[in-house]
């Protein structure tokens, strides 16, 4: 739905659970793009330039206009290509929208990382109790098919992140028992055709968050 | 301007630059509320039942309906009364200013905190450091008098938290030779008459950090 005068370039790494968000929003909108992917070990002159404070993917690039962080890209991407809409429409449901996806970067993201791959035991159990506690907060918030309702919405989207640790890991962050709306809603969101449509197959997921963690360990020595 | 039908309460601490952030936004849009103080050390029942994720100030009440974090509830006025607004109408200005929103509370919330009150020397150093580079991509920011150009904007709001700090601290984060632009804008900032207006005196901006620091300490004891 783009028009022939827009430019939309996304940069990204595929298996990046941020990269997956930008995509399934701008699949949502029907809106074409062009995909360059970069290189975690070895960043391109392009996402220097378009993202020098972070030097992180995703960045989306309209226009020539470079915008980064993932929940920011997904505003803008509702805010510009309106139809499909990512957020609801009354403000105190966009709030509470806001607030889910905040909590879904700010709790659940870090833990769900350390609980899935930290080699210290003590650490990683400590971790897979903060997940399993902010799991459950979302447990309570899933009230429909999915948190936007019958359809997929912002927090959702933000919500990505989950099944694919759960799949990488090969962890049972939610069973049928421990979290059954959660794990019927992992199942509904991931066999939804525009989610299907963006996941890469489960050894890029690997390979991705592999090499995610060499880097981020030899980043520590 | 909010009619006599709203009912708009606002939960706070006095002295946290997160309460500080909705009162600039609230008096910017002339919304009448009732201010309600907690406690830090003795949460009250409605902080609790309003924000239970997170049990923290500040918290927006609007007809009955609980708004928590800061940047969400700026957001959810900017929405809810739209006159002098605080967010860019362009949607990439509107993204460029959730960036460095976002940025400030990612990039210098903690390393402002902690190169202010922190024990240990050497973390103090790292955390100043870190708050320095931080500050010097702000500084490349600015290029009028406030962030929102002429009139102060969702990125002025969200800086709040700097001159603060400072202010507490007795630091010299920015000195006119080290940040000259941010040194300005902080004067600049600091004088306009809604921030005036929700400035506590010194000394009860002394009192919350240093309550805020005892508390912190204590839940790592």
Known sequence: MASSEEEVTLLGVVGSPF???VQIALTLKRVEYKYVEDDLNNKSD???K??????MIPVLVHNEKPISE????LEYIDETWKHNPILPSDPY???LARFWAKFIDDKCVAPAWKSAFMADEKAREKATEELFEALNFLENELKEKFFGGEEINFVDIAAVFIPIIQEVAEM???TSEKFPKLFKWSQDFYNH???KENMPPKDQLFAYFKARAQ???ANKK
């Not at 378009?50 to 030097?55: C, R, T």
């Not at 993932?70 to 890209?73: D, F, H, Q």
């Open 19 to 21: 990269l997956h968000r």
């Open 46 to 48: 392009l996402l220097l």
């Open 50 to 55: 378009y993202n020098p404070v972070y030097k």
């Open 70 to 73: 993932s929940l920011v890209i």
């Open 93 to 95: 449901q966009r709030a």
């Open 172 to 174: 049972q962050l939610f």
């Open 193 to 195: 055709p525009v989610v």
């Open 215 to 217: 880097s981020l360990a």
